[in-house]
Each structure stands twice: as C-alpha cells, then as structure tokens.
C-alpha cells in the first residue's frame, strides 16, 4: 500500500498505460480519479478498479478544453478535498513526416499533447500550491530525446512536454510540489496497436521491426510503465525532482549492433 490516502487523477485512464497506472494505483490504496474522452472505456476502468476492491471515481473530460477540465478539478476538490497526484498522461499520436501532416492533425497533436498538460497543471496547482504539497507526472516520451522516422508533430510535443517538466519543477519546488517525466519506449497499446495498421503495409513485419528498437528486442507493456509511475507517485521518490525517468527497453541510450 504505497499510495494510502492519496487522491490521483490519471487523465486519459480509459485505455492503455493509463488504465494499467489507474489499476496499480488503486491496488497500492490510492483513491482514484480516472478521467477520459471516451466515456465508455473511462466506466471501464472504474469498473475495474471497484471489481478489484479499489476506490475510484470517473469524470467524463476533453483535456484540451478549459472550462471541461475546470469542472472536472472543481468537482474532485468538491468531493475529496484534495489532489495528490496529477499524473498527465492523456495523449495522441501524430504519424507523417513534418511535409505530409495537415494543419489540423498537427494542431491536434499540440492541442492533446501540450495543452492538455497545460491545463490539466493549470487548474490543480492553485490548489497544490495552497497545500504546499503536490505531485505532477507528465508523460513525454523517448522520441523526446531521439529521432524517430514520420513522428514530427508528436515527437515536437513530447520533447516540449519535457522542457515544460524542468520549467514547472523550478517554478514550484518552493511550494513543495515536484514535477518529474515518465519517458517510455514502444508500448503495445491500442495507441501502438492503432498506428501499426494505420501506417504499415503489413502488420506482422511492421511488429518485427519495431520491436528491434529496443535493445529487448520486445515491446513494453503498460504494466512496466504503470511501475515507473508508481515510483513517481509514491514518497520513495521525494529526492527525485525536474527529472525525466526512462522506461524503454533501451531504446534511447542503446543502439542495437
Ligand atoms: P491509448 O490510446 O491507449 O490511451 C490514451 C487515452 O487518452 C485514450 O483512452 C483516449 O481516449 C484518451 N484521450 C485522448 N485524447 C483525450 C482528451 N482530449 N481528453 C481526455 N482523454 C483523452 O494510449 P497509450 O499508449 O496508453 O498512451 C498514453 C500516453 O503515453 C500518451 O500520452 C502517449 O503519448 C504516451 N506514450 C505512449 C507510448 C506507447 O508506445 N504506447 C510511448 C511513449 C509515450
């Protein structure tokens, strides 16, 4: 029980790293705000969490909406007093090389990615800060940190989410609040499973060679990146502040043969 008595809300926790995070979470005794776009999965995950005998709540939200996400962080305060932890890992992805991606998309992927963090941080903090007390988890990525074929506008997201991660940790460390990065590498989510039919030819050599990005030469699963965050949000991790925390198989740092 390494989160008792902490309230957490995990944007984007209807599929994927955030439902297995909003999953462990619960397990580990925290009480669980699970937030979605897509209602149906968000009930999903909160049935989850009760059938295992964990403490939860779902709140329908677009996170690139400001009065949306206000509603939301008022409503958790209503009923709980309190956030904890803000774990933002809501996020889409971007396929195409910076020639071949339109308008729209790009803004999109900005909008989810950048904004959506923004927002989310912008509406807990006040109440961390009056708190003295707080945690934010923001989810980059390892292509924040190396290049990745046709991923321009996400691969521009993820590394502003982590220049954003060292700017709010200077920022607020007066107020007791850390602010740290969770960088994965290919994980085997609807998210990976939606781009592996959308931009290859054929899915199965597609699999191969992305598993080759990593030095495992398998992909992650959302379970190993819900233990990263886990790390992140529990006390264990108070000397780590302004910190992005790699969880890829290698990916970033080695290279294979
Ligand atoms: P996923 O698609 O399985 O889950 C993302 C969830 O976010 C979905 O349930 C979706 O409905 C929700 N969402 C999207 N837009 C939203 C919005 N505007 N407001 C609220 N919710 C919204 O994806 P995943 O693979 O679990 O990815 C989660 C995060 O991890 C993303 O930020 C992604 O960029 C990041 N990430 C994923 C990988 C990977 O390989 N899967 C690697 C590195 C980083």
Redesign the pocket.
């Given at each position: 029980m390494r989160l008792i008595n902490k309230v957490i809300l995990i944007?984007?926790?209807?599929?994927?790293?955030?439902?297995s995070t909003a999953l462990l979470f619960a397990r580990e005794g925290a009480t669980v705000i699970v937030?979605?776009?897509?209602e149906a999965?968000?009930i999903e995950t909160l049935k989850y969490i009760q059938d295992a005998g964990g403490m939860g709540h779902f709140i329908h939200?677009?996170?690139?909406?400001p009065e949306s996400v206000m509603l939301m962080i008022d409503q958790i305060i209503k009923k709980y007093g309190q956030i904890d932890v803000l774990f933002n890992?809501?996020?889409?992805?971007g396929v195409g090389a910076l020639h071949e991606i339109e308008p729209d998309t790009w803004d999109r992927v900005i909008?989810?990615?950048i904004r959506?963090v923004y927002l989310s941080s912008k509406y807990v903090l006040p109440h961390m800060m009056k708190r003295k007390s707080g945690n934010i988890i923001n989810?980059?990525?390892?292509?924040a940190e190396i290049g990745l074929a046709r991923r321009a506008s996400?691969s521009a997201t993820?590394g502003a989410v982590l220049a954003l991660t060292k700017s709010m940790q200077v920022d607020y460390a007066s107020y007791n609040i850390r602010v740290n990065a969770?960088?994965?590498?290919?994980?085997?989510?609807?998210?990976?499973e939606?781009y592996l039919v959308s931009s290859y030819d054929d899915r199965e050599s597609a699999m191969a060679s992305i598993k080759k990005r990593q030095l495992s030469e398998e992909?992650?699963t959302?379970e190993d990146?819900a233990q990263a965050a886990l790390f992140l949000a529990s006390d264990e991790s108070k000397f780590m502040m302004g910190s992005p925390l790699y969880i890829d198989g290698g990916a970033t740092f080695g290279k294979n043969a």
């Open positions: 944007t984007g926790s209807g599929s994927g790293i955030g439902r937030n979605d776009l897509d999965k968000g939200a677009d996170v690139t909406n890992n809501a996020g889409i992805s909008q989810v990615n959506g989810m980059s990525s390892c292509v996400y993820k969770i960088l994965p590498g290919t994980i085997l989510t609807p998210f990976v939606n992909l992650g959302p990146v």
